[in-house]
């Protein structure tokens, strides 16, 4: 996947790798983010060396000093991706340069030292390559990818840190919306919101997650799957959930889906949608929605589908909207069409199965 100058990344074997046996035992059943490969990934920066010490060594714990800054001030960012197999058995990405640009942009956001950006894919291509072993599939799923960075320095004053790790681990997953999506129901919270403007919605930090966790118990507490935030300045426009952004599907066949306007994460799953849903001749709009305006159009059928996406769970059909005046029952509550054709086509180019013609999939050699 790389060409020209290498970064050196040291690789130690770890001694205590699981057996064949074991490994493809946790294949057959992966789950979600519960079981890692043998190995992670690490690489040292601070300001006098830069970026250094890159290893791929055994997982498990790290040691860090109580006082590193990521514990006190939550300087934190992460990136999700995933390796698949293709069944002429070679190992794909999809897009990773567009999660190696977000990651240095989520890194700037925080004031974090920027990995470059061709040490990112480097570092994910090697490590892909160590734990291939450890790909599902592609019936099973595919090997989730989860790079992260946080500061380690030891220091409680509130600046940027001057020393960072960033890491890389995987974890085997199925693919839990198998053949035909199940669909999820979502809460809409009158209260919580996820960004605001100028603040850091647009960015994948763990601190956006933090808080939204609570919303997310509202979510429960109502019987729903998951949840949807509205804008902070207004509690009306639609934004996204809280880890995958949403597109609605009228009746005639045209798409919407909010706008980037700083406060919602750009998903490269709903960038690559957009483009597939146009190539299909779709009208794709990039509009505000109010929440009003969308309870209106599922009351007079006007909306025929609603679906979330993101690299998890590729796309989720949302089958019930709730608020506190009631419950919005979408396409009886079931997986619709455009839903399931786009879908498809996404996961055929992921996993290889069809030509792609954009280049968004990249072969790990
Ligand atoms: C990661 C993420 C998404 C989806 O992004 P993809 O690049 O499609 O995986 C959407 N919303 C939030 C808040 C996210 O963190």
Same mark, same amino acid.
């Given at each position: 996947?790389?060409?020209?100058? @290498?970064? &050196?990344?040291?690789?130690? @074997?770890?001694? *205590?790798?699981?057996?064949?046996?074991?490994?493809?035992?946790?294949?057959? =059943?992966?789950?979600?983010?519960?079981?890692?490969?043998?190995?992670?990934?690490?690489?040292?920066? *601070?300001?006098?060396?830069?970026?250094?010490?890159?290893?791929?060594?055994?997982?498990?714990?790290?040691?860090?000093?109580?006082? $590193?800054? $990521?514990?006190?001030?939550?300087?934190?960012?992460?990136?999700?991706?995933?390796a698949y197999k293709a069944n002429d058995g070679r190992i794909l990405?999809?897009?990773?340069?567009? *999660?190696?640009?977000?990651?240095?942009?989520?890194?700037?956001?925080?004031?974090?030292?920027?990995?470059?950006? #061709?040490? %990112?894919?480097?570092?994910?291509?090697?490590?892909v390559k160590?734990?291939k072993n450890?790909i599902p599939d592609q019936?099973?799923?595919?090997l989730?990818?989860?790079?992260?960075?946080?500061?380690? =320095?030891?220091?409680?004053?509130?600046? &940027?840190? &001057?020393?960072?790790?960033?890491?890389?681990?995987?974890?085997?997953?199925? #693919?839990?919306?198998?053949?035909?999506?199940?669909?999820?129901?979502?809460?809409?919270?009158?209260? %919580?919101?996820?960004?605001?403007?100028?603040?850091?919605?647009?960015?994948?930090?763990?601190?956006? %997650?933090?808080?939204?966790?609570?919303?997310?118990?509202?979510?429960?507490?109502?019987?729903?799957?998951?949840?949807?935030?509205?804008?902070?300045?207004?509690?009306?426009?639609? +934004?996204?959930?809280?880890?995958?952004?949403?597109?609605? $599907?009228?009746?005639?066949?045209?798409?919407?889906?909010?706008?980037?306007?700083?406060?919602?994460?750009?998903?490269?799953?709903?960038? #690559?949608?957009?483009?597939?849903?146009?190539?299909?001749?779709?009208?794709?709009?990039?509009?505000?929605?109010?929440?009003?305006?969308?309870?209106?159009?599922?009351?007079?059928? =006007?909306? #025929?589908?609603?679906?979330?996406?993101?690299?998890?769970?590729?796309?989720?059909?949302?089958?019930?909207? =709730? *608020?506190?005046?009631?419950? %919005?029952?979408?396409? +009886?509550?079931?997986?619709?069409?455009?839903?399931?054709?786009?879908?498809?086509?996404?996961?055929?180019?992921?996993f290889g199965n069809?030509?792609?013609?954009?280049?968004?999939?990249?072969v790990v050699k």
């Open positions: 996947m790389n060409s020209g100058k @290498q970064f &050196p990344i040291k690789f130690s @074997q770890n001694p *205590n790798s699981l057996s064949k046996k074991e490994r493809e035992a946790i294949l057959k =059943k992966p789950g979600f983010g519960q079981k890692f490969t043998d190995h992670m990934l690490i690489i040292h920066y *601070n300001d006098e060396k830069k970026w250094h010490d890159a290893e791929i060594k055994a997982y498990g714990p790290i040691s860090l000093d109580p006082a $590193v800054c $990521v514990f006190h001030y939550a300087q934190e960012i992460f990136e999700g991706m995933k990405l999809f897009r990773p340069e567009a *999660n190696a640009k977000r990651f240095a942009n989520s890194a700037k956001r925080l004031a974090m030292a920027q990995l470059p950006e #061709s040490i %990112y894919l480097q570092a994910i291509n090697e490590f160590a734990e450890w019936e099973i799923g595919s989730y990818l989860r790079p992260f960075m946080i500061a380690s =320095k030891p220091y409680l004053g509130v600046k &940027p840190s &001057p020393e960072y790790l960033f890491m890389l681990i995987a974890s085997p997953a199925g #693919s839990y919306f198998s053949k035909d999506a199940q669909s999820v129901s979502v809460w809409v919270s009158e209260f %919580y919101t996820r960004a605001a403007p100028g603040g850091t919605g647009e960015v994948k930090c763990g601190g956006n %997650y933090a808080a939204s966790l609570a919303a997310q118990q509202e979510a429960t507490k109502n019987q729903c799957d998951q949840l949807i935030f509205l804008d902070s300045v207004e509690h009306k426009w639609i +934004e996204e959930m809280g880890g995958m952004n949403i597109f609605f $599907v009228f009746k005639d066949g045209t798409l919407l889906t909010p706008p980037l306007s700083g406060t919602i994460l750009p998903g490269i799953t709903r960038d #690559s949608l957009i483009t597939l849903a146009k190539d299909k001749g779709l009208t794709v709009k990039q509009e505000k929605y109010s929440i009003h305006q969308l309870i209106d159009d599922i009351q007079s059928k =006007k909306i #025929s589908e609603i679906f979330a996406c993101g690299t998890a769970a590729v796309i989720t059909p949302i089958g019930k909207i =709730k *608020n506190s005046k009631g419950e %919005y029952i979408i396409n +009886e509550g079931k997986s619709g069409k455009i839903t399931q054709e786009l879908r498809k086509s996404l996961i055929d180019i992921q069809v030509i792609d013609p954009y280049q968004w999939v990249k």
